[in-house]
């Protein structure tokens, strides 16, 4: 008898003994990001750096449409981000409209290496916003990579920073990042930007749908405290 109430005593104090996270789990945000550039820009470089940590010197080229997801936690929130990786050949373009739809950020990638790419980003951002159709494409989300900086030591670049830079500002003074997918080069900060940035144009989102009016400023819209 006295063991069996041993027993009961045991099974009625096991809950103290949870972990406070079981009890006080962080809210769960799914951010739908999609990767946008010429083919050969190194997109799916790109994810496969920031989602496994791996990188690979084999270019085949994306048919279609695809998407990786990894898991991060930003103050209070676990974000998922669904980073979606569309072909960047024009025959594909017109795949656009289901795979745009319902994203909340958009990653223009080009290579800082060649030229073309870098040009072509005004058709992409242009696309996307018109597949996309956001409520307010002024503010919508967008942070431009300009990737392959580890080349040849940086001495066959061909668009300086301060080119893109200034092309950022006239789009509303959007997020930029000089990386390196090969080298794993600033892909974490880009990434950790991508979700802060969509995060804070989500609460903007909320405060239009309940009719507050806006107090927050330009530059805090476009920031990204990282």
Not at 2 to 11: L, T
Not at 13 to 20: A, D, L
Not at 28 to 37: A, D, F, N, Q, R
Not at 141 to 156: E, R, T
């Given at each position: 008898m006295?063991?069996?109430?041993?027993?009961?005593?045991?099974?009625e104090?096991?809950?103290?003994?949870?972990?406070?996270f079981?009890?006080?789990?962080p809210?769960?945000?799914?951010?739908?990001?999609?990767?946008?550039?010429d083919?050969?820009?190194?997109?799916?470089?790109?994810?496969?750096?920031?989602?496994?940590?791996?990188?690979?010197q084999?270019?085949?080229?994306?048919?279609?449409?695809?998407?990786?997801?990894?898991?991060?936690?930003?103050?209070?929130?676990?974000?998922?981000?669904?980073?979606?990786?569309?072909?960047?050949?024009?025959?594909?373009?017109?795949?656009?409209?289901?795979?745009?739809?319902?994203?909340?950020?958009?990653?223009?990638?080009?290579?800082?290496?060649?030229?073309?790419?870098?040009?072509?980003?005004?058709?992409?951002?242009?696309?996307?916003?018109?597949?996309?159709?956001p409520?307010?494409?002024?503010?919508?989300?967008?942070?431009?990579?300009?990737?392959?900086?580890?080349?040849?030591?940086?001495?066959?670049?061909?668009?300086?920073?301060?080119?893109?830079?200034?092309?950022?500002?006239?789009k509303?003074?959007?997020?930029?990042?000089?990386?390196?997918?090969?080298?794993?080069?600033?892909?974490?900060?880009?990434?950790?930007?991508?979700?802060?940035?969509?995060?804070?144009?989500?609460?903007e989102?909320?405060?239009?749908?309940q009719?507050?009016?806006?107090?927050i400023s330009?530059s805090?819209?476009?920031?990204?405290?990282?």
């Open positions: 006295k063991k069996a109430k041993q027993k009961e005593k045991k099974i104090e096991q809950p103290e003994k949870w972990p406070s079981f009890l006080q789990s809210s769960l945000t799914l951010l739908k990001v999609i990767v946008l550039g083919s050969g820009v190194g997109k799916t470089s790109l994810m496969n750096q920031y989602v496994h940590k791996k990188f690979s084999h270019y085949k080229a994306t048919i279609g449409a695809d998407f990786m997801t990894k898991e991060l936690q930003i103050d209070d929130k676990l974000v998922t981000l669904q980073i979606w990786d569309t072909a960047g050949q024009e025959r594909f373009h017109s795949l656009g409209v289901s795979f745009y739809r319902g994203a909340d950020c958009c990653i223009l990638v080009y290579d800082v290496n060649v030229y073309k790419t870098f040009e072509t980003l005004q058709n992409w951002h242009e696309e996307f916003l018109e597949q996309v159709d409520t307010h494409p002024e503010t919508f989300p967008f942070v431009l990579l300009g990737n392959k900086v580890d080349i040849d030591g940086g001495n066959s670049r061909v668009v300086s920073e301060k080119t893109a830079r200034d092309w950022c500002v006239s509303g003074n959007i997020p930029y990042f000089e990386i390196s997918a090969k080298e794993d080069y600033n892909v974490e900060d880009a990434f950790l930007c991508v979700a802060k940035t969509a995060l804070a144009n989500e609460h989102q909320d405060i239009y749908s009719g507050i009016p806006e107090s330009e805090e819209q476009r920031g990204c405290a990282c």
